[in-house]
Structure formats: C-alpha cells, structure tokens
C-alpha cells in the first residue's frame, strides 16, 4: 500500500512539472509573438521616431596581444566586445510574462548597427553573428569574443626600447551619428585582461574615447580604443646590442696591436664585415618604408664608418711604419711637426730622435744617425795617407826599372807587404762605408717608425674621441624619448 502511494505522489508532482514547463513555453512564444511581431522587421532602425537617433554604448576588453607584425604593420589581437542599445519595439511588463525579464535570442533576427573597424586589415568584420539578450526595458545587449587585424602605424626610431601606441576607430561605416551615435559605456571600467601574457610586448594600458569625423555626408562618431605597448628588449639587448658593442669595442684594439704583427687590417676587415651582419639582421625587421632612421641602425652604420675610418688609419700607419727601398730621410717639417710638438701634446717618449721645437734639424741621439762623410777623406789620417802616396810613387818606380830599388831603398818583401796592406784597406774602406749606409738606413727606418707611432696615437685619440661622443648622442637620444627625432 504505501509503494502505491509513492508511485502516485511521484506521478501527480512529475505532472505538474510538465505542466508548468509547458505554460512558461508558452508564456515565452507568447513573449516572443509580441516581440517580434508579423510588423517587426530587423533592417529597420528601431526608434519610434525617425528623427531620433540610436545610441550605441560602445565597451572594449583586451584579452590578448596575439601578434605584431613590424614589416606589415599589423596588430593582431582577441579581445571582447560588448555594446548595447535600446530597441523601442521590446519592452513588455514581467509582470504579464510569469515575471520574465530577460529573452535571448539570435543576433540575426533583432536589428544590429553596422559597425565596422575603420582600420581593419582583415576581411572579414567583427560584427559576427552571436546570441544577444533582450531585457524588459528595450535594451539590447550584444557581446562577442572576436580576432581583431588592424594597422598600426608603428615607430621604430628607439628600438627596442620603443613604445607603441596602436588604435582600434570603431563606429558606423554609413549611417552618420544622426541616425547612429556612438558613446563610451562607462559602466565598463575595465579594458584590459588581468591574465593577459606577456610575449615580446608588454601592455601598458588601454583607453577609449569618442571622436566626432566631420564629412560632407554629415557627422560619424567612433569609438577609439588606444593600445599603448612596451616592447621588452631583454632578447635584443643579449642578442643584437651587446654583441654589437663587443665588436665594435674590439676595433679599439686594432690600434694597439703592433703594426709587425700584420693583423692590423685584416682585423678591422673582420669588423666591419660582423658589423654589416648585425646591420642586415636589424634592418630584416625594419618596415622598409620607414620614415624615420632606427637609433640602432644608425649606430650601427656610424660604427660601420667608424671602423672603416679606423681601416683607413691603419693604411696610413703601415705606410710610415715600412717605407719601402730607397726611401727618402723625414722631411724637416714632419720633423719638426710630428717629432717635435705632436709629441710632446700627446706626452710620448721618443724612441731613436730627439728635436728641438722650432728647429727643422733633427739632432741625433746616436753617433751613427748622421751620415759620416767619408768621401771627404774624415776616416783616415795623414800617416795613411802618405803611405799611401808613398807605396803608390814606389809601385811606379818598380814599374819602371829594377834600379828603382835601390833608389828607394825599399826591398822586394817591403814592397809586396806595402801593396797588400793597401788591399786590404781598399777592401775595409768598402765594408766601412756600406756599414755606415746600413747603419743610416736602419736610422732613417726608426725614424719613420717613430712617425708611424705617433700618428698611431694620434689616431687612437682621434677615434676614442669620435667613439664617446656616438655613445654620448645614443645615451641622449635614449634619455629624450617620446620627442620627435629621426634623420
């Protein structure tokens, strides 16, 4: 008896729910057939009044960046839209629907604005078709999650280390804002996604405002939604900078790398081939219209022409530090000039010459830096000489006849000894005089060597110089940004 009772009061509940599932399906299609009435038609504007026009609350949610395309110029985002408007033709009392306040429905069928990106860089708009609701007092709220392509016009001058500052302009593309006008929710506080990842950019904040565009057809009002990022440069700086400034740092040294060596160019060669590499890899991801020069890639062709300038230098160097044969003596000015004044600004010690400012002489530290004037007759003394003399008048008499002997008093043996020193003079005398020719070669050579080292120093200061003062504008340019600069 008491399973039957069960059953019974399971059956008589399981019928009422039936029952009232299927009066508030009525109420509903009730609902609906006055709603959308057989007079309701979605291409037409909803206002009672032609004259009025239909405000379009307008909000914007960033959910993430998903691309930037630097070379395009096109940001790729996923963000929610929510707008809302009041449909004069919905509005009912709940209290005769069974206190329904809500419907939803396809956007299809209920009238929507034709709201378009104004940069849109995709094909398709973002007005996709999605469920709206409709509440009591007209209003109709549609809400989508939609993948946004628009251009963004991006400045490259302080990569990376730039900041840019793309914008979204939704409004309508036909209807001017006397018939559809648009407003900023301001209920909607939030425009960005607290769980937003950060890839190459980082969000700095998101804006909206309404602008007016005033045409011939009339005035259109858009909605502008400003994205400012930041662009993280940890990756470039490990990558593209720091490498960079070794490489460009190493060039210093091609100075101080003795010029024997004979690695002097082929090092500054080396150089500026790793600088036009680095020169190319950050130009692949410059637009190649831009309208401003990049800050690196105008460090990077200034130490292009740095180091060419250093490659230059050296040539120069190497030309005073080997001369070549039959090279000429310092010419008095560079003597004077190089040897003299600029060696004393740049506080050098002088290796093998010492001269006197003002003075165009060059006065030499050693004995054997001026040339000996041998041919005047300054190696030998008298005594040689009239040995010489005399063995020359005995060689003529004992040409002439054997009496000449006797005459002279001179033997045979005296006679052949005599004649042998004399060869053996002739002989030193050459070997003398090619020493000292040696000798003064091997002078004139260390002083051109002294040249070449001093106008190496002048050329280290000289691209030290020119190195600070590239880093000083870098600096500078970096500690100005968000002014106008560029080329």
Known sequence: MTTICIILLTTFLTSLAVVEEVDALKTQKKLMGKVFGSDYDASIRPVKNASSATNIYFAFWLKQVIDLDERKQILTTAAGIKMYWVDEHFTWNPDDYDGIETLWNSSRRVWTPTLELWNNAGSETFMVDTTVSINYEGKVYWDALV????????????????????????????MSSKFVDMYVNMEEKEHVNEDINVGEFKVEKVTLDRYVHKFEAGNF???RVDIHLLREPLFYILNMIIPCVIIFAISMFGFILPPDSGEKVSLNVTILLSMSLFLGLSSSLMPPTASKVPLIAQYNIISMLLVTLSTVMTIFVLRFWHPGPGHKEVSPCIRKWVLGYLMKVLCMEDRFTHVIPGDCKLQPKYTSVRKPQHRNGDLYDNNTK?????????????????????????DEGTYLLLKELRCISTNMRQLVEQKIDEEHDEDVNKEWKQVAIVINRLFLWIYVVLTVVTVMYFFIALMTRGTNHGW
């Open 147 to 174: 993948v946004l392509q628009s251009f963004c016009s991006i400045d490259f001058f302080f990569f990376p280390w730039d900041e840019q500052k793309c914008i979204l302009e939704f409004g309508p593309w036909i």
């Open 386 to 410: 009239y040995e010489m003399e005399r063995m020359n008048s005995l060689e003529k008499d004992h040409s002439g006849d054997q009496g000449g002997w006797q005459g002279n008093q001179v």
């Open 221 to 223: 009002t858009t909605i």
